[in-house]
């Protein structure tokens, strides 16, 4: 079965820094990746996914996330954070058209 | 908004009985999956239902079953409620076609407090 990793649990960040989530999955064949973003008391909202082609995606809000394959991660970045973007991160894994598999999510906090 | 609606929003119920979750999916979207988040088991997939039949099934107990109707809502129905139980159910919806890529957007959850 895939399982996915989320190394970084709790993360503090003051505005203006830059962000990087790590990601990593177990799976042997061909997955789909998303990030789901979980603002405080709000339901999973999508970020950013990879199928196929490029592997550096972007996605809203001036989140990226690159897709390395000989690593299985895929980690989310982001240059600048803002105190706005306090929320917690999903990392999921999806083969083919199957259901979703979640990392245990990493909490941001960003300090003004 | 993602266009998946659920209901209620919150539930409040004693050990032992039964309750039942709704999910309407986003126009056009065929499929539905359940997931419950709770704190220490994190957020993991219950079930999903693709055109009114069972697709997939992941961590869902026995207690528990689904449906999804002709008109594609779909209910969750949980019975002999253990405080165990207490999470938040979310539901999520995909188009499910042809091809292997398929994107799940979710509504805003069922938050279940069992006492």
């Known amino acids: 079965a895939q399982s996915v990793s989320q190394h970084n649990h709790h993360v503090i960040l003051s505005e203006a820094a830059s962000l990087e989530l790590g990601c990593n999955y177990s799976?042997?064949?061909?997955?789909?990746l998303f990030w789901y973003v979980q603002y405080p008391g709000q339901h999973l909202q999508l970020l950013l996914k990879?199928?196929?082609?490029?592997?550096l995606v972007k996605g809203i809000k001036g989140f990226e996330a690159e897709f390395i394959k000989s690593k299985f991660s895929f980690n989310l970045r982001k240059p600048s954070v803002q105190w706005s973007d306090t929320a917690e991160y999903f990392c999921?894994?999806?083969?083919?058209?199957?259901?979703?598999?979640f990392g245990s999510g990493t909490r941001l906090q960003v300090q003004p | 908004d993602s266009g998946v609606t659920q209901t209620p929003k919150h539930l409040i119920t004693a050990t032992g009985q039964r309750v039942t979750l709704r999910c309407s999916p986003r126009?056009?979207?065929?499929?539905v999956y359940w997931y419950q988040q709770s704190l220490d088991q994190g957020l993991q997939f219950l079930i999903q239902?693709?055109?009114?039949?069972?697709?997939a099934k992941g961590n869902i107990l026995e207690r528990f079953s689904a449906q999804q109707f002709p008109d594609l809502h779909s209910e969750l129905n949980l019975s002999s409620l253990e405080l165990g139980d207490s999470a938040l159910y979310f539901c999520?919806?995909?188009?499910?076609?042809?091809?292997?890529?398929?994107?799940?957007?979710f509504g805003p959850g069922t938050r279940l407090t069992v006492l």
């Open positions: 239902y693709y055109n009114g039949e069972e697709r």
């Open positions: 999921a894994v999806q083969p083919g058209r199957r259901a979703l598999t």
């Open positions: 999520a919806s995909s188009v499910a076609g042809a091809g292997r890529t398929d994107t799940q957007y």
């Open positions: 990879y199928f196929s082609g490029d592997p």
């Open positions: 126009s056009g979207d065929l499929s």
């Open positions: 799976y042997g064949g061909t997955v789909n």
